[in-house]
């Protein structure tokens, strides 16, 4: 089945959910365009959820997905917590930051039953998940309200094991993706694969449609995923600069930088690896911390550095998400992105 | 100009140089097939290159390649082979191996006067250099005889070194590609891109023909690379199995194992990163080892491991080299498995 079939859309472009850098104006955009727009969900609480789909509801009747994280929350370590803000000691004291009184950074809740209870109201016909999939009961109750669901793969036992637990389409999510690894099956990075080599031995792999995520980033880039055999595609970063996103000024001014050039994986912002343009925190610290905090518990110290940073128009302490490839980050209007990107199909 | 224009070739297809897997015979029957066989020439003495290049000129008056590393060979560090050798203590007791007994490893000598003595004589129509080009009067000694220069970039900017310092194509080596990565400008892995984000890149910032490099195993990947901007593909990996090859019984068994699904980038074997399947050293020692010496002198401790371990039928000491999709890998001729590549153009 094509994924326009499979999930009523025009366009098989899907705007991939930004949590922190976009919320419903983005994913209606992309959506009235024919694509699939996006709504980012790990960071908004239940009644910013219940807003924003509100929201959707009001000003497109187009089909949109909602993106839920579903890791297990840790349980906080107080240790290891103390290893990590000695770790960033320097960096509190350059800020006059007293490391006791930082307050708990914005929280990341996995998928729940709150969560479903909400959408339920408003039957999203997309539900796509990071880091594997919910509990069955909790995807049961998805799908039972007519949801089709998708997962990212970042190898081809996770699209296996995706495709088995119940997705109706697998993200393939090259190492050049931006944002978070989907990676849940593994912790080790070496595991992760470009999208040029992912990406078609997921698609030989599953018999769901596979959608191409991962270093695309115009219409050049669209049809070389669907000579690859995927049924869509899903690019983030190139949505980043759309007036509809709600990327922060210091992101704004990175991504528009010669610096975009160089990005990395990185688990310091958030306790699990994942890409952006490398800034000051990760050039000091290294990119990859073996004590930062379990997702998402690093998120705490580092926010107040990020916050004493940003007031001084500087992104050395954000997470400046971004992938590989950045020459497709335009300031025009999401709609207009979407359908350059499809232009070839 | 096309790729084909430029190399006098039928068929945009290259064989990648695979030093240790492949000799002249690989080489004649891809150039044979219309695409460009390469000569890898890193490890071969004076002697040898001469015999492998009258072998060739007897076979085939097809365009050939001759491929080269220009590294500046390191000052042996006797501290840190100590130190290397001390990490691999466990190893050496295991095998009953005395360190201080192991003669040195095999060399890998960058292209000097004396290579480009021989090769005048033959006058190969194409040169390929990895680790950057030789000195610019080497160079203008190669292109005198008419002789076409190609290198491997790993970032854009090595794309636009290569352009301004002579080359007349460029090898976009995406993340995915297995064995060297051919990184000159920096020793910074974070700054390697897979192919779907490098290629388009590449091809934008420089003007000669760029060919794409990681993760193409068929047609189909070969079509992906054109859309996205290839003037050509390079591919090694898909050629490891075919009878032409010289690829080692361990070697071969592995890339038909599940394991071969696993590589990662690893200097233990030479010094400097390099693709290969994960194997038991990799997962030992760790694949990045701090302490490995400089390229090419980490050779000869793990060598003499490596010689003890095959003669039991194990590569667990032996360089898998492989990139990140062997689903090409057949035991096939190489001439059919270079028109099944090129079956989509």
Chains 1, 2 share one sequence.
């Not at 995807?139 to 699209?159: F, I, Q, Y």
């Not at 991504?255 to 958030?270: D, I, Y």
């Not at 916050?307 to 128009?313: D, F, I, N, V, Y």
Request: aromatic share 6%; charged share 15%.
């Amino acid at each position: 089945m094509t994924l326009q079939k499979l999930f009523g859309i025009e366009l098989p472009i899907i705007q991939a959910p930004m949590a922190g850098a976009q919320g419903s104006a983005l994913a209606i955009a992309v959506s009235h365009a024919g694509g699939l727009g996006s709504l980012p969900c790990a960071m908004l609480t239940p009644e910013a959820l219940h807003a924003e789909l509100v929201t959707i509801r009001a000003q497109t009747n187009k089909p949109f997905n909602v993106n839920f994280f579903c890791h297990t929350p840790p349980q906080p370590d107080a240790a290891r917590e103390a290893v990590w803000r000695a770790a960033l000691a320097p960096h509190f004291r350059e800020f006059g930051i007293d490391p006791a009184t930082i307050p708990a950074g914005p929280g990341r809740a996995p998928f729940s039953e709150v969560a479903a209870d909400i959408l339920e109201e408003f039957k999203p016909p997309v539900v796509s998940f990071h880091f594997g999939l919910p509990s069955a009961a909790l995807l049961a109750r998805v799908k039972r309200w007519g949801a089709k669901v998708m997962s990212s793969a970042t190898t081809v036992d996770e699209a296996r094991w995706l495709e088995a637990h119940g997705a109706d389409a697998v993200i393939a999510q090259g190492l050049e993706a931006g944002g978070h690894r989907g990676i849940f099956l593994s912790e080790d990075l070496t595991t992760q694969v470009g999208t040029m080599a992912l990406l078609p031995q997921i698609v030989r792999a599953v018999s769901v449609p596979v959608i191409a995520a991962g270093g695309i980033a115009d219409a050049q880039g669209v049809a070389a995923a669907m000579a690859l055999g995927a049924s869509g595609v899903q690019l983030g970063t190139s949505y980043l600069l759309c007036p509809e996103s709600t990327t922060s000024a210091v992101h704004r001014a990175a991504l528009q930088s010669p610096a975009a050039r160089h990005t990395a994986l990185t688990n310091l912002f958030t306790g699990r690896p994942a890409r952006g343009i490398v800034n000051r925190v990760m050039r000091e610290v290294g990119p990859i911390s073996a004590v930062a905090p379990a997702f998402p518990l690093a998120t705490t110290a580092i926010t107040a550095l990020r916050a004493k940073a940003e007031t001084h128009g500087s992104g050395d302490f954000s997470p400046l998400w971004a992938g590989q490839n950045v020459t497709g980050c335009r300031a025009i209007p999401a709609a207009e992105l979407t359908r350059q990107l499809a232009a070839g199909l």
